[in-house]
């Protein structure tokens, strides 16, 4: 049995995935089919970064979603991949509906409209620049949420990406405010990161109860695929608790650390990390040194990971 993981926002890159629309048939009919149903020219983005559109939310959601979709089909036809040999599918933040539409939870058409909304709305949930999110390095999110609270500031934390990553949420000025405090309370790093509004926190609320309305309408198929949720690191294979976590995710904290614990706790010792980059396979190496970890994102990783 193995698992698969699947990258969220900031994974993103130009040219990612061509290889496998210009090697396989699939891959660019799958590219075609996702063009269809969003209305989006999204190769001309992906590959030529069109009207420097890649790391605009609107279409990076989408965009991501398209690649990692696309590199998984390829690589489960290349490798015979059965269904009964997967464990769990997780993805972080977009890359949980990821996960829905290659266990076949969610069909394409579903995962490709709902994407391109939440992006939407994500992307205009608050005026550019008076929210933002940085990332910090080197304590884990008990130690950071003592910080924000002893020193009363108005953060919130998006992200548990690992014991010594945390992303938080904000005011643009707040957060500028608060790197001499997390600087003076020896937070090795801090960084802020290029996003246009404060992802995973209290800002996303309202856009979040228009995502639901699409949530509510999506039909889930059953298998024996199981889900660790962002929302709740648990695992779920119940269609209506996926939903309800899911209507909770865009407003919440991604529980990544929890998540990838959880997939420790049951046992399992091999991940796939299918998607444009490597950046859950450094996170996940950085929470637990028990899994054997394979990230696909070139041709060339099929071969050297069947």
């Given amino acids: 049995m193995t698992s698969f993981v699947f990258p969220g926002q900031g ?48 279409y990076t959601q989408i965009s991501i979603f398209a690649v990692s979709y696309v590199i998984f089909k390829i690589f489960s036809m290349e490798t015979d991949l059965k269904i009964n040999n997967i464990n769990v599918m997780m993805g972080h933040s977009l890359g949980e509906y990821t996960a829905l539409a290659c266990s076949n939870k969610i069909n394409l058409k579903d995962c490709s409209l709902i994407l391109k909304k ?5 992307n205009n949930a608050i005026a550019p620049n008076e929210t933002g999110m940085a990332a910090l390095i080197g304590k884990d999110s008990i130690n950071i949420q003592k910080i924000i609270d002893e020193n009363k500031l108005n953060l919130e934390i998006a992200n548990d990406n690992s014991p010594i990553q945390i992303v938080i949420s904000g005011n643009m000025n707040e957060i500028n405010k608060s790197e001499t405090v997390f600087l003076k309370n020896n937070i090795k790093r801090f960084i802020r990161l290029n996003v246009s ?62 998540s990838i614990k959880k997939l420790e706790e049951i046992g399992e010792k091999n991940i796939f990390e299918v998607g444009p980059s490597k950046v859950l396979s450094g996170l996940i190496k950085r929470i637990s040194n028990n899994f054997n970890i394979k990230s696909i994102n070139e041709i060339s990783d099929i071969s050297k990971n069947d």
Avoid at 17 to 44: C, G, P, T, V, W
Avoid at 52 to 57: F, G, I, S, V
Avoid at 118 to 122: D, N, S, V
Avoid at 237 to 253: F, G, H, T, V, Y
Wanted: hydrophobic share 35%; glycine share 2%; aromatic share 10%.
């Fill in 11 to 58: 994974s993103q890159h130009v040219g990612m995935a061509k290889d496998f629309h210009d090697n396989f048939n699939l891959a660019k009919q799958i590219f075609e089919e996702i063009e269809d149903y969003s209305q989006m020219n999204l190769r001309d983005i992906i590959f030529y970064n069109k009207n420097n559109y890649l790391d605009t939310t609107k």
């Fill in 118 to 122: 939440r992006g939407e709305l994500m």
């Fill in 197 to 258: 509004a404060a992802f995973h926190s209290q800002f996303m609320t309202e856009a979040q109860k228009m995502l639901n309305h699409d949530i509510d309408r999506l039909n889930f198929s059953e298998n024996n695929i199981r889900l660790i949720s962002n929302f709740d690191a648990d695992i779920h294979n119940s269609s209506s608790l996926i939903k309800e976590n899911l209507k909770n995710q865009m407003a919440n904290k991604v529980k990544w650390t929890s």
